[in-house]
Every structure is written in structure tokens, then in C-alpha cells.
């Protein structure tokens, strides 16, 4: 094995990301899984293994081009900043290894000797005790990218759908003064090129939920389709983008409509997620359109409660990587 | 077989209603449902019959007390009203048809002539043509019960999954002002003692979804959950009612947290509707709670463009059908 391995943050050391870590790299061979490396804590990493009962042999390395051979036999871990593995027990010192780790990781991909950056899960009010100034971890590699925050669209992604929400934090209340076709235009043009370019759909259908029950029954309920939605999705369609709609949202995560759109672009968090979830919770990622780089991650948090207790579930971990690194191998066909 | 049947009302007879009983009817022993009858249309359903290719005898009967000893042999149909079979083609006659059928069928239930009733897909706006005056069929039979409209709680239902809107047809910007403590409390309590009666469960858990994405986080965005939602969830409590939340309703519908719960009252029709047609789009049924009759109702319009056609699927009316008859027979063992 050749070539450029992916960059794994750590993520907060002391929830589940170092474990989920070593549990994607032990079944490296069954998950057919492309080449990574940690970005640090290689000491951490060989007690996390060990507390989760997996042999996982380290290999630090100094060099990001020395993973990809080296993974075959052993998780290559970028040598580093370490911190001792105290899984549940958050601290100030963990915080501070998870945003070098992050830093570091997107420094890789961005200067080109990662093939891509999947980012373990952090728990941003602690990383912003030590410094971190970004809403996320989607803001910081957009910044580190030079592409503004609005231009890096989230996308979330199961084995089943695959939605990018138009909205995320903010108040229900909000969310009908937020959206705009402007807003609309443009994030369905970043998702359709995103879909070309890194899942290899030569002409995506993207399907535009409504915002109001029933897509609003011709304005008797709410006029936000007519206003706002419809005629983005004209706009759209003159650019010679495949969009649909607007679909009432209730209807269009149903078996059978699923299979005709390729994404679909909600109004709302609640809108984009609930599907997700409800259909599968344990191997989603969440994927930023938009970049010069690759970019995943699990779609998860960094679950305390359970960490070091071998019971996180390491499906999302794995399709991160396992997204990222098809979506890598995609941008290399086409350079 | 003796006892009282359900009565089954047509539905617009254009639509799929007049096929789907006679599809259920069919598959009486396969799938073990309880006695019912159709009202009106014996010779439309005859034409129903025929055109989906089953052999359905249709038994007219003058009284609702025989169809239970009919049921077996034949399709009873309430001796009445009648048109010709023009699936797809709604009609001023067909309209009114299914507004008889209806309102013979409730009068039946309320009377006591029929052990509940079982409402067909109807066209709202060609019903309001015939001289119908209420939102859909749900304030229809309340009015028909003396039930304040307010009072008849909306149970949707699936085979995994059951919910409860808040709010329905209004536009999502009008939800926030709509959502009160006592609309929750009014909601969690008739639902509450809905599933006590109608579904054997003794001490429902009633799952209160948040309104806001992450319930709010602690109100960083959205104070409904501080100012509405967690005061009426205590209130419940306090009265007895095992009620939980607000869940931030993205991780509510995942798998494993479908199991920690009995309902889900949601606080809007989206929320309510996208997790139920997404995990299973053909089974729904719509249950209407707080009534002193059973009644349900297959989850679907009246799907004129495949009326006809052998192509829609009874899953829902059989699921209608088996929960009204659950339901009836839960009610006559502690009447």
C-alpha cells in the first residue's frame, strides 16, 4: 500500500474517539478500509486499545508519508502531544490535546500529505476554555481552508439518505426568516458539486423539502414555498441543477421516495435529522461539501458516559473513513 | 360469530377507499380481523371487487346486528345509497355518497348499532361541495360524539412507532405561539388514557418531544422548552402521568430510544409524521383518541391517480381495521 493516508483527529481524549479509533484500525481488513493514522496521543491510543480489549500495535511516526505503508501492521500514530487516558474524566489538559490534534490533522490535509481529515468527536464548550473560536469543527477547517463558514455545507449521511440541513442551531422560531433563495441557490449548488466530486453522481437529484405541513396545500398554511423555496428551485433548474420540490417533508423520507433523489436539502435541523436517525443511528457521518480537502467525521458526540466501557458503537467511526477515503481516492482519479 | 361489527364508510368512492375494504374483506382469515361492514355501495363495491381481479360476494343486509354472522361468507354491506364505480373520477355524486356513508356509519358507532367505525379516505374540499363543514373527518365524528373538537386527539400509529401532534395544518411559523402548557397537558392526558383504554397499556409512557433542535440546548436557541414544555411535562407528573422530556426529537425516533417510550407527542405534523412514513410508509393508522367510539382510519388519501388501477396497498386499512377492532373488544371486557 502506497500513496497518502487520511489524518484521524482524536478528537476529546476522554470520550469515545481514541477507542473508536483503534476499534476501525483492528478491523481495518473485514471493513476493507482505506489507510490512516492518528494525529497524536500515541500513548493514549495504546491504553484505549487496551481498556477495549483490542491488540493494537503503535507505530509513531514523524513522517505523514511513512502511514500508509506502515498501517498494514500497525496504527500509525503521528508522534506528538500525548495526555493520559482517563476516559469519562474531561479536563482541561485533554481539551488542549484535541484541539492540537484537530489543528494538526487539518494542517495535513490542507498542505496536501494527508489525503483527507476525519475528526474525532470534541465537546466544543471545553475547547473553547483553551481557545477554539469557531461554532464547530466544520467553521475551523472551513477557516483553515480559507472558505468562508457559509460556503462549507454540512452533510449528513447514512446507509440510507443522505440530507443537508439549510439551518442548524437556532430557534424553530428563526428558521422561516432564515431561509432565503439566495441561501437556497447556493448551498444546493455546493451540495450538487460536492455529490459529482466526491460520491461520483454525474447529474444529482436534489430534492427541496418544504418548510410548512403539506408543503403549506397552495399557500393555505404558510407561503414560504411559493415566496421563497419554489422559485430557488426554478433558479435552480435554469442552471441545470436536477432540483425538485418543494416536497412535503413527510412524505419524502418514505421507502419508496427515497430512491428518487440523491440528497435531500431541508429547511431545518429537526427536518434533516429526524429521518436520519430514525432510519439508522449508528453509521452516520457528517461530511463538509465544499472544501479543498476531504472532510468527515462521526456523526456522534463525544459520549462520556460511556467511554472506556467498550461500549461505543464504532459504525459511524468506520464509515467516516470509509467515506472520506473513497471520496479522497475520487479527487485523485480527477487531479 | 355474533357480536356487533365495525362499520366501514366508503371513503370518496373515485378513490381507493371501495377496493380496500373489499381487499381486507378478502383477507379476513389471513389476517385475522374482526367482523365488519361496509355502508352503502353494495353495487359499487361489487364493481371495486371486479376491477382488482377478487371474488368478493357482497351480502346487503338492512341491519347492522346481522353482518357479524355474515362476515364470514360475504362482504355485508349496509343496505342504502349507491353510484356507479368511475375510480379516478370524482364526482359532485360520488361526494356525496361518501358523505351518507360517513355520517350513516358514525350515527351507527354513536348509536351503538356498531362496535366502531372505520373511516375510508375522503377529498375534504369536493366533500365541502356537498355541504360538509369541518376540517376532516376527525371533528366530524367529535361533533357527531358531542366531543369538542379540541378534545379529539389525533393518534398516529405504526407498526413500530406511535405519535401525537401538537399542532396539524397550520404554517410551521404559526407553531411556536400555538404550543401551550395546557394544550400539552389537555393532549398528554386524553392520549394517556387512550392507550389506558384502547391499546391495554397500564401506565403509559409519554415521550414530550422538545421544539427546538437539541431541545434548546439550555436556551442558546429557543425557550419553549423552559417556558412551555418542561413546566407541563411536571404538571403531568405530578397528576400522575409518566411523562418524559423534551427530548430533542432528532435522536428520539432512532431505534433504541423507540423502545423507552409508548407516544411521542410531538409538537408539529412534521415532526409527528416524518419519523412514522419513514420507518413504515404503508401501515399507518390514524386513531382518534378521547372519543366515547372507537375510531380509525387508514393513514393515506384517497390516491384517486391509482383508484382502480390493482395498485394501492391495503396495509393501512387492515391496519385500521385490526386496531378499531382491538380497540372495541378492550372496551366491551371492562364495559
Redesign the interface.
Known sequence: MTGRALAVSLGDPAGVGPELICEAWARRKAEALPPFFAVGGAGLLAQAAEARGLSVPIRPVSDPAAAAEAFADALPVLAGEDAPYRPGEPSREGAALALASLTRATALAVGGAAAGIVTGPIAKARLAEVGFHHPGQTEFVAAACGVAAQDAVMLLAGPQLRTVPLT?????????GLISVDLIRSRARITAQGLRRDFGIADPRVAVCA????A??EG?????EALVIAPAIAALREEGIDATGPHP???L?????RDTFDVALCM????A???????D?DNGVNMTLGLPVVRTSPDHGTAFAIAGKRQANPGAMIAAIRMAGEAAARRAEIA
Chains 1, 2 share one sequence.
Open positions: 442548524v442551531h437556532c430557534a424553530l422560531a428563526d428558521v422561516p418548510l410548512n405541513p403539506h403549506g396545500e393555505r398554511f404558510g407561503d414560504e417533508a413527510d412524505s423520507f418514505a421507502p419508496h421516495a431545518y435541523h429537526d427536518q435529522l429526524i429521518p436520519l436517525k430514525a432510519l443511528f
